[in-house]
């Protein structure tokens, strides 16, 4: 039985910006017109905690802000401070078949979780369109960007996190995060410092981890993969 799907849809890795663009348009969506406050432009930028109780292993809370200056995308929306909390299951689930992100199973937005509180956004907007690449040219150097609702989310692999945790490049990549079925995601290499050859339709598979276990996980890549089941899905 193959581990826990919901397609994950591999994220393309966006192209990313290496300085703000200088034609940016002036925020429109602030979040005082959506009766709340912007994120912090100053550190401390953000907040978040990790608990477990129950059947969940992780219990993540965080304001919607990230570690980073948030500020240096390019879209007409502002991001807003907004306590939000995620659950990841202690057990995930496994199904035969993928649940793949899109209208058929209704989930366009929050799959997973990083572990510094942002949300991973599925790359299928509500049209089925492809949200890294239409969202790519407002996207920051950390690979986030705030919606039309100023939910800042990453649309690929959180470049700054992953900047403040790796190790080495010859090794396997840091946890990143988690997805919503219970799976942690990691950046792009395995344990031998490779793109792994080996994933499944979810962009997950079984192999060492960085702890020295060998388990099911997924892995950042060019376009997220799959997931399991809908239901498991559990967002504050």
Known sequence: MLPWRATLFVFLASPQLTSPQ???????NTCPSLGLSDCP???PWYEVNDTSAGTYAHII???????????DHCSSNS???RLAEYRIPETPRYLSTPIYF??????????GVTLDGIP???PLDELDEDRPFKEWSTTGECNG?????GEYHYNGVPKCLFERTVVSSLEHSPLLGYMFDGFGIYGQLDVYGQFPDDLDACNGHVSSLPDGTRRYHYHFTDYLGAASDATSFDVG
């Open 79 to 81: 991001a807003c401070y």
């Open 61 to 71: 809370s965080s304001t919607s802000c990230p570690a980073e200056v948030w500020t």
């Open 41 to 43: 432009s100053t550190a």
């Open 102 to 111: 899109g209208t058929t199973t209704g989930i366009h937005e929050a799959v």
């Open 120 to 122: 991973i956004w599925a």
């Open 22 to 28: 200088s034609t940016c348009p002036s925020i429109v």
């Open 145 to 149: 960007v705030p919606s039309s609702l």
